[in-house]
């Protein structure tokens, strides 16, 4: 075998503060063909300007002066071996991130390319904060317009998939008032009082003030990364506002129960439990919470699948899966509405089962094996190591991969129990088959 | 053999296994290894109703092979740490398990178990049933998926690929525990067999956990399944469905059946044919996003290109798929009198081969790889050939697709939406 044995960083990333508090991230590897480069902007979910940001993350992706068009954007991306630029908006918890990415290939494997690949990365995310395609100063008119239809398109279009819609309804119904009932996509009913003028003030204020991680993963210098940045980024010379704290949800009520109508061939059942462990909680819960959302319906193995999908076959799809910054659990399933109660009444059973009797020791083993394998297996690619730590970075939490894997090892069937007995049904969501008179 | 190829710093393994079966392998560092186990049997090579196979049976056997007389196999993967998955296609069916390296060659022996070993009690057969038929009907829900099958019903009216790969609920009701026997012992031997695994690998280690997990399978005969070959009969379908926009989907038939590394250069050149054209980075995409015409988010190319069947897509979401429509067949028209291909083939093949490259990066991308070029008969390295250098792809290869692929008068169109 020729497994890679070498002992494990400490931390995943070589992580430096650049003046004015611009973190850069750097993860050295020769493991990949590529080099990725992504910039966030966090700031916290408001109405509002969730709709004015992610209008602003369409706009940038439209051109630079140098770069006036998509045309041009995307012939310039293609003729550096098929760079890839794009700009979005994402939600992590009740953080709205503008996230700017890159990722080219390694220029080790084009020996004849011409161009530094790396730079000319930063350079583009640079002039795409900070030089925007303007006509007179400022936005065409015409390109506002279409971003905000496209954007007005694409929520709709979102809810095309029912599954999403009904999680989101239910989001919205228990989280109502605070960031995580908002979209990071943004609302086509705030479009109407934007305009061109208004997005660019914003802009220039966003990009000059929000805090900045930059994460770049490949075989690269840190050094040399550091020195790009500087050339390149924008606004580095001043100091910027501070991360804001995660917010607290609102109290918990009754249970309640809501059931909504829509053109869909198979019902869509949503239930919202309250965990009351966090993210920024006691490590031991929080790595309690991940094994139990393995075991309870975070897996093809967990009870939900295989007893309530495989033996009573009561419905094709059922799966659990936590919001780590609130703390919130869901279980979402597509069933039919005769056998809606019976679903509900079983998952709450296996809730209940594990609160009594906790997990069986083979479902803990096999719950921790699974988790350490995906956190281990995490460094053969970037996704899972950018999210992980810049979620808890989010989340004011100091935890490496590498720590929250003792974590897990650590769990007892005790905490497992402990922690399903917390955990309340706070809402059940049932968008059903429209009922037409057939 | 083994061979190292300069540039992509990568190398690749074939080893001929037991009774006829395949491995090909890339060993190198990292944490994690992949594999996939391919069956050379798909949907198409069902032989129908009156002959044992209904359609959909082949999904049905890779779903039912999950069970064994110990409970779902799946969480014996799961108990050493391993993910498994698998996936029915038109020509193929895959099982493919994703490990840590010190249990990767247990998790190759499971995998070889779950496709090789039948188990079907007749009440899970029945229950099989109203699983497939429930997944059916979540599907109905996603506008993807029904353009899709709308657009194959469409091209090939009342053939085999048109129906949904999971069959159809009438279609399941006549398969029973018999039927799932004689199947797998028909089509599950060691000849319609290749592995294609990436990680750190010990390769002489893998070629004996393979044959050894062989040695269990089913002896069949071996001769290769017989397939039915689609034969395209363009006309025009529309199905309702309450979408906020209607999708358009055109599609246009391949002929001219190739293979072997023809298959791959043709795969490419279409591929590259329809970013120039309509692209990113074309100026058709420009021209129809700034008008509104065009929906950038869902606007797109796909080419689907086998030895049994070829066709390429263009799709999107429109206010006028109408108008959508014809300035694509006008575009096509007009690309035959242009230099459109000749000035903007390097920027095409550029990004081409970056994205090639890229492929060998993961583990899985990297199987996938190999998988494309080995169920083509292809030597990977062979297939990364055709991007760059002295016999790489050209700009007559891109002029053939427009000639002989890209006919507006052999379009099936599509549309679903109110």
């Known amino acids: ?438 | 053999m083994r061979q190292t190829h300069e540039s992509l710093c990568e190398t690749v393994e074939m080893r001929d296994l037991a009774d006829g079966a395949r491995l090909c392998v890339t060993p190198r560092a990292g944490r994690r290894c992949h594999a996939v186990l391919s069956v050379d049997y798909g949907a198409l090579h069902e032989a129908g109703t009156g002959r044992g196979e209904p359609p959909g049976i082949a999904h049905f056997l890779e779903h039912r092979l999950f069970e064994k007389p110990d409970g779902d196999i799946s969480e014996r993967f799961t108990d050493i740490g391993a993910d498994v998955d698998a996936q029915t296609g038109f020509t193929a069916t895959s099982y493919s398990v994703t490990s840590g390296a010190e249990t990767f060659p247990a998790a190759l022996e499971l995998l070889f178990e779950l496709a090789g070993r039948t188990h079907f009690p007749e009440d899970s057969v029945a229950r099989e049933r109203s699983i497939v038929g429930h997944e059916i009907q979540l599907f109905e829900d996603n506008v993807e998926w029904m353009s899709f099958q709308t657009m194959l019903q469409a091209l090939y009216p009342a053939q085999r690929i048109a129906v949904d790969i999971a069959g159809t609920p009438e279609s399941l009701l006549g398969i029973d525990s018999q039927m799932l026997t004689r199947c797998h012992q028909h089509r599950y031997h060691a000849s319609a067999v290749q592995v294609f695994a990436c990680g750190p690998i010990a390769v002489a280690e893998l070629v004996d956990t393979c044959n050894e997990a062989l040695s269990l399978w089913p002896k069949g005969d071996s001769s290769p399944a017989a397939i039915h070959l689609p034969v395209a009969n363009p006309g025009v379908l529309h199905v309702p469905m309450a979408v906020p926009r209607v999708r358009r989907m055109l599609a246009f038939p391949d002929e001219i059946r190739r293979q072997g590394i023809a298959l791959m250069r043709h795969e490419l050149a279409m591929e590259m044919t329809l970013d120039i054209l309509f692209g990113p980075g074309s100026e058709f995409f420009s021209r129809h996003y700034e008008s509104g015409l065009l929906d950038g988010e869902t606007f797109g190319g796909e080419v689907h290109m086998d030895e049994s069947y070829g066709f390429c897509v263009l799709s999107g979401d429109a206010d006028d798929p109408d108008a959508l429509q014809s300035v694509i067949l006008e575009e096509l028209a007009q690309a035959r009198r242009s230099d459109w291909i000749e000035t903007d083939f390097e920027r095409a093949r550029r990004r081409a081969y970056g994205d090639m490259v890229c492929q060998w990066e993961d583990v899985e991308s990297t199987v996938g790889f190999l998988e494309n070029a080995g169920l083509r008969g292809c030597h990977p390295f062979s297939v990364a050939e055709i991007y760059a250098g002295e016999t790489a792809i050209n700009t007559g290869d891109i002029r053939r697709c427009l000639e002989e692929c890209l006919r507006p008068e052999r379009v099936a169109v599509a549309s679903v939406g109110e």
Not at chain 1, 116 to 126: H, K, P, V, Y
Not at chain 1, 132 to 147: D, N, S, T
Not at chain 1, 272 to 277: S, Y
């Open chain 1, 1 to 438: 075998m020729i497994a890679d044995n070498s002992p494990p960083a400490p931390d995943d990333f070589d992580s430096r503060q650049l003046v004015g508090g611009v973190q850069l991230h750097v993860r050295r590897s020769t493991r990949f063909k590529s080099v990725w480069i992504d910039l966030f902007q966090p700031v916290l979910m408001q109405p509002g300007n969730v709709t004015r940001l992610a209008l602003l993350g369409r706009l940038l992706e439209r051109g630079t002066s140098r770069l006036p068009d998509l045309r041009a954007l995307n012939r310039h991306t293609d003729w550096l071996y098929g760079a890839a630029l794009s700009t979005q908006t994402i939600a992590v918890g009740p953080f709205q991130l503008l996230h700017l990415h890159y990722d080219v290939v390694d220029q080790a494997f084009i020996p004849q390319a011409e161009d530094d690949l790396l730079a000319c990365g930063l350079q583009l995310l640079g002039e795409v904060l900070s030089d925007p395609f303007l006509e007179q100063g400022r936005f065409p008119v015409a390109r506002v317009e279409q971003e905000k239809s496209s954007l007005c398109r694409y929520v709709e279009s979102l809810y095309g998939d029912r599954t999403l819609l009904a999680q989101r309804r239910a989001m919205e119904q228990m989280c109502s008032g605070t960031p995580w009932a908002l979209l990071p996509h943004g609302d086509p009913a705030e479009l109407e009082g934007l305009d061109g003028d208004n997005i660019l003030q914003f802009l220039q204020d966003f990009v000059a003030n929000e805090p900045v991680d930059v994460y770049v993963c490949g075989d690269v210098d840190a050094d040399q990364v550091e020195a790009l940045c500087a050339q390149h980024l924008p606004s580095l010379d001043r100091s910027r506002r501070s991360l804001p704290a995660v917010p607290d949800l609102p109290p918990a009520t009754e249970p309640r129960h809501i059931r909504e109508e829509e053109d869909v061939s198979q019902g869509r059942l949503v239930l919202g439990f309250r965990t009351h462990v966090q993210l920024a909680g006691p490590e031991i819960e929080y790595a309690a919470l991940v094994l139990f959302n393995l075991i309870f319906g975070g897996d093809a193995h967990s009870r939900l699948y295989s007893r309530i999908r495989e033996d009573a076959g009561l419905c094709y799809h059922i799966a659990s899966f936590t919001d780590p910054m609130s703390g919130l659990l869901f279980v979402e399933a597509g069933v039919e509405p005769d056998d809606r109660q019976i679903l509900l009444e079983q998952v709450l059973a296996e809730l209940d089962d594990i609160a009594t009797h906790g997990p069986t020791g083979p479902e803990l083993q096999r719950s921790q094996n699974l988790a350490r394998q995906r956190l281990e297996s995490a460094e053969d690619g970037r996704d899972g190591l950018v999210r992980f730590h810049l979620s808890r970075r989010l989340a004011g939490v100091e935890t490496s991969r590498l720590h929250f894997l003792t974590c897990l090892a650590m769990v007892t069937a005790a905490d497992v129990r402990a922690v399903a007995a917390r955990i309340r049904l706070d809402t059940e969501y049932f968008l059903e088959p429209r009922d037409t008179g057939d």
